[in-house]
T-cell receptor, first 116, second 112 residues
């Protein structure tokens, strides 16, 4: 099956610093990528949807200036958590859709962010 | 808008037995897809089974099958011959209007 690579797997950073998370589709072109956030023992909450070459669409309540999403190519999307604070500590997961086929959604392995 | 409800936070089943996980959903979309995902302790999301809403026939994948009741907006997952490796969080999800919406999950424990 298709592979989505997400890096890093985990990151620890100091409060006030920025962290970049990468999501790559290794063997297919991802026209759309999705970013989710998952708190411990909770469900995945959609943060934003990004389409290659255009601005991301953020869900209500998600701060655009804090969570910067860039989808510069058909195989790479990045999420940058700017000026991270302890409350941003969470598990972040990306998923990529191959083409326009609805059911061809593939997930990355996630990134655990811990802000000290 | 889409919502997905999983009313069973936790379920347990004896190894080799059958268990059914419940899911109801609501959507205003006429074209949508339904999924069950498994999330083991590694937290990697693994697709278990998918169902196209326009298909009446219930999807089946080996030991996993669904009971799709479109009018009732119900999409339950049946796991037959439960195995220790089936232990995980199971999330029901619906994809419509370019969004994948998840339920709150059901933690499945397999009793040896």
């Amino acid at each position: 099956g298709a592979v989505v690579s997400q890096h890093p797997s985990w990151v620890i950073c100091k409060s006030g610093t920025s962290v970049k998370i990468e999501c790559r589709s290794l063997d297919f072109q991802a026209t759309t990528m999705f970013w989710y956030r998952q708190f411990p023992k909770q469900s995945l909450m959609l943060m934003a949807t990004s389409n290659e070459g255009s601005k991301a669409t953020y869900e209500q309540g998600v701060e655009k200036d804090k969570f910067l999403i860039n989808h510069a190519s058909l195989t790479l999307s990045t999420l940058t958590v700017t000026s991270a604070h302890p409350e941003d500590s969470s598990f972040y997961i990306c998923s990529a859709r191959e083409g326009i086929v609805h059911e061809k959604l593939f997930f990355g392995s996630g990134t655990q962010l811990s802000v000290l | 808008a889409q919502t997905v409800t999983q009313s069973q936070p936790e379920m347990s089943v004896q190894e080799a037995e059958t268990v059914t996980l419940s899911c109801t959903y609501d959507t205003s979309e006429s074209d949508y897809y339904l999924f069950w995902y498994k999330q083991p302790p590694s937290r990697q999301m693994i697709l278990v089974i998918r169902q196209e809403a326009y298909k009446q026939q219930n999807a089946t994948e080996n030991r996993f099958s669904v009971n799709f009741q479109k009018a009732a907006k119900s999409f339950s997952l049946k796991i037959s011959d439960s195995q220790l490796g089936d232990a995980a969080m199971y999330f029901c999800a619906t994809f419509g209007n370019e969004k994948l919406t998840f339920g709150t999950g059901t933690r499945l424990t397999i009793i040896p």
